[in-house]
T-cell receptor
Framework: NAGVTQTPKFQVLKTGQSMTLQCAQD?????MSWYRQDPGMGLRLIHY???????DQGEVPNGYNVSRSTTEDFPLRLLSAAPSQTSVYFC????????????FGQGTRLTVV | GNSVTQMEGPVTLSEEAFLTINCTYT??????LFWYVQYPGEGLQLLLK?????DKGSNKGFEATYRKETTSFHLEKGSVQVSDSAVYFC?????????????FGTGTRLTIIP
């Protein structure tokens, strides 16, 4: 049982480059979310999804796109990377409503130079 | 909007010391409250939770009580171990959601020295 898998674990980008952070879960969870973790700021919600084909913005969505074509996958796209997007990114999934536990991936450390 | 205010760190304690990490929150309605722990190089793991006022969450010797009157959810442990060294996050989720929208505190780094 792999849980939530994020790839890559580390990435360095140049300003203006694009990339996709991958997130996959094998628990048949309905809800998935992306957070970024910055020093002194905790985790902040970027985008979330409550099911295949349904996404919505979180607290800090600018510069990021998401889609949810399958229950298992929830990729996060950076269209034109900026140094302000240097952060650690976490993907999470939950079964659904009812205060069930959120499971987190191990994170992707992204540096934009 | 919702917010979580967490005790500033880092916190350094000796093994077997008593631990308290303070957490207060602001939320509309009646949120669920959580403590998550992040060990070095890993993602966050749920440590404990409480879903209504006066509930006490507990796990691995850690406890926290949902205090609606003081809007607090302080984390405590009677005797810490070196293996408890980690970053601890207080978080809340609006009732009615499925925890896909968590609001986190800034995190408290805890180091236990033998």
């Amino acid at each position: 049982n792999a849980g939530v898998t994020q790839t890559p674990k580390f990435q360095v980008l140049k300003t203006g480059q694009s990339m996709t952070l991958q997130c996959a879960q094998d628990m048949n969870h309905e809800y998935m979310s992306w957070y970024r973790q910055d020093p002194g700021m905790g985790l902040r919600l970027i985008h979330y999804s409550v099911g295949a084909g349904i996404t919505d913005q979180g607290e800090v969505p600018n510069g990021y796109n998401v889609s949810r074509s399958t229950t298992e996958d929830f990729p996060l796209r950076l269209l034109s990377a900026a140094p302000s997007q240097t952060s650690v990114y976490f993907c999470a999934s939950t079964y659904g409503q009812g205060n069930t536990e959120a499971f987190f991936g191990q994170g992707t450390r992204l540096t934009v130079v | 909007g919702n917010s979580v205010t967490q005790m500033e760190g880092p916190v350094t304690l000796s093994e077997e010391a008593f631990l308290t990490i303070n957490c207060t929150y602001t939320a509309t309605g009646y949120p669920s409250l959580f403590w998550y722990v992040q060990y070095p190089g890993e993602g966050l793991q749920l440590l404990l939770k409480a879903t209504k006022a006066d509930d006490k969450g507990s796990n691995k010797g850690f406890e926290a009580t949902y205090r609606k009157e003081t809007t607090s959810f302080h984390l405590e442990k009677g005797s810490v171990q070196v293996s408890d060294s980690a970053v601890y996050f207080c978080a809340l989720s609006d009732r009615g959601f499925g925890n896909e929208k968590l609001t986190f505190g800034t995190g408290t780094r805890l180091t236990i020295i033998p």
